[in-house]
């Protein structure tokens, strides 16, 4: 399984020496500064995501697709199953947000080079001015997620920028050419677009959960390990890694926690 997720992120994923970031073969786009890779592959799902952080501000690309039989399946869906695809995987990436500190501010329905896409804008809880954007853009069955969000500071040209710099292969497709559906039946395409991409965000996610890994969600009460003060559910990132992962610092003996109540330590912070 690790073999197979390396060889992965070897072939789908590299930053060149010229700034844009090939995510794969349908997909490039320019992140500033270093980029991280991470990679992971089941049996029902192979998950690529790549970030960037500074002081500033916050880069992050996931690109998922559904395995079947060891291999991607890339079926095209219809445009009703594609609209059902966008409303799973928007309702799933507002719940992700928030865990992290922004709330959903407006979703809108955009188009990216004759592609159909969503943009989801982000508020902090202490303010109402825009502090992050996501764009949704669904292309050969798979799912790509684009984020630009705030550390410190929210700047619109830099979320321009980041978002100007995609690039699509011209042969990228997003719908079946012909609509091939009867009434009454149920295709292929309506079972990827019903289930199959809700369920590769709930096992991901689970896993990663029960690993308590950064991209887990935990949606416990945390309790200060040290005075045992419970945390707000609603918090304001103190830092970068609270920012990006989720945690705390705590008001009374300012412990800084993980999302999970784990006192951090200069040895834990990693990933």
């Known amino acids: 399984m690790k073999i197979r997720a390396l060889i992965i992120g070897f072939l789908l994923g590299y930053t060149s020496l ?3 970031t090939r995510i794969d073969e349908n997909i490039a786009i320019e992140i500033p500064g270093s980029v991280h890779q991470m990679d992971t592959v089941t049996n029902n799902a192979s998950v690529s995501s790549f970030y960037s952080n500074n002081k500033t501000d916050s880069y992050f690309v996931m690109r998922m697709a559904v395995m079947s039989n060891g291999k991607e399946v890339q079926t095209l869906p219809n ?28 979703t809108q329905e ?54 100007k710099s995609l690039e699509i292969n011209s042969s ?29 965000l709930i096992i991901f996610f689970y896993r990663k959960t029960r690993q308590k890994s950064p991209w887990g969600i935990n949606l416990k009460p945390i309790y200060c390990p040290s005075c045992q003060t419970k ?7 103190a830092n970068q890694r609270q ?3 989720g945690g ?24």
């Open 248 to 271: 705390h610092t705590c008001s009374k003996c300012k412990t800084e926690v993980d999302k999970y109540g784990v006192a951090l330590t200069p040895e834990n912070q990693g990933f």
């Open 172 to 200: 990228a497709k997003q719908i079946a050419a012909v609509e091939t559906d009867l009434k009454g039946k149920f295709s292929f395409a309506d079972l990827i677009s019903y289930g199959v991409v809700g369920f590769v």
């Open 231 to 237: 945390q707000p559910f609603i918090r304001k990132p």
């Open 79 to 106: 445009s009703e199953g594609l609209k059902r695809i966008y409303n799973q995987i928007i309702g799933d990436q507002i719940r992700s947000m928030s865990n992290k500190g922004f709330f959903l501010k407006n």
């Open 18 to 20: 010229f700034g844009q």
């Open 243 to 245: 920012a990006l992962w």
């Open 110 to 163: 955009v188009k990216i080079k004759d592609f159909l896409a969503y943009r989801i804008s982000y508020k902090t809880i202490e303010s109402q001015d825009q502090s992050g954007e996501t764009l949704l853009l669904c292309l050969n069955g798979i799912v790509y997620i684009f984020t630009y969000s705030r550390v410190d500071h929210y700047l619109e040209k830099h979320k321009n920028e980041f978002q």
